[in-house]
C-alpha cells in the first residue's frame, strides 16, 4: 500500500534547532541530530519501543498490550502504521497499529493484522516515563490521526482501554462504542471509534 501522500506529516518536525558549531576547514562540519522529529518505525526499534511499554504498562495494569515478538510482527508487517517521536535521536514516544477489516473488534485483532482492511487498530500509545506530563501523547496522537487522513484505504480508527483512560482519548476526538468484547485475564476495556473518513467523505464516494 502506498503512504507517498502522507510524507508530509512524516518529515523531520524541528521544534528547535541545536546550535550549530562553528565551520572552520581543519575541523569540517559537525553532523547534528534534528531536535524533534516523527517517523515511521522499524523493525530496528522495537526494543526501544517495548522497554518505553514495558514500564508504562506493567506498573498500572500488570500487562503489556503487546509482547516484543508482537511488537516486531507488526512493525514487519505494517510499520506504515507506526508513528514514533524522536527527541536527538532517541524514542521517546510511539503508536503501533495495524488493519482490522470490521469496526468492532475481536480476539484476533490482538494479533493478527489484515492487509485489505479499512479499520486502523490502534494496539498501544506510551511515552517514556522522563517525558510525560508534557503533553507528548495528545500530540503525538493529534498528528497519527492527521497521518492516517492521508491514507486513502483507511475509513476509520479504534482501540480499547481502561476506563480511566477514556477522557484522554475523547479529548483526541474518539467515540465510546461501549464495553469490548475482548478481555485479558481480570481486564476489561471501553471500545473506542475515530471517524478517519467523514460522513461528507463518504456521501462523496457511495455513488448515491
Known sequence: MSTVSALPFLKSSLLMRPPMGSFTPSRGRRHTLPASEFRCLSPQDAISVFEIEREAFISVSGECPLHLDEVCHFLTLCPELSLGWFEEGRLVAFIIGSLWDQEKLAMDALTLHKPHGST??????????????????????????????????????????????????????????????ITVGPLTFIEMMYPVRGHAYMRRNSGV
Not at 492521508?150 to 476506563?163: K, Q
Request: glycine share 6%; with cysteine.
Open 120 to 181: 486502523v487498530h490502534l494496539h498501544v500509545l506510551a511515552v517514556h516515563r522522563t517525558f510525560r506530563q508534557q503533553g507528548k501523547g495528545s500530540i503525538l496522537m493529534w498528528r497519527y490521526l492527521q497521518y492516517l487522513r492521508c491514507l486513502p484505504y483507511v475509513r476509520c480508527a479504534v482501540l480499547m482501554c481502561e476506563d480511566f483512560l477514556v477522557p484522554f482519548y475523547q479529548k483526541s476526538g474518539f467515540k465510546v462504542q461501549g464495553p469490548s468484547d
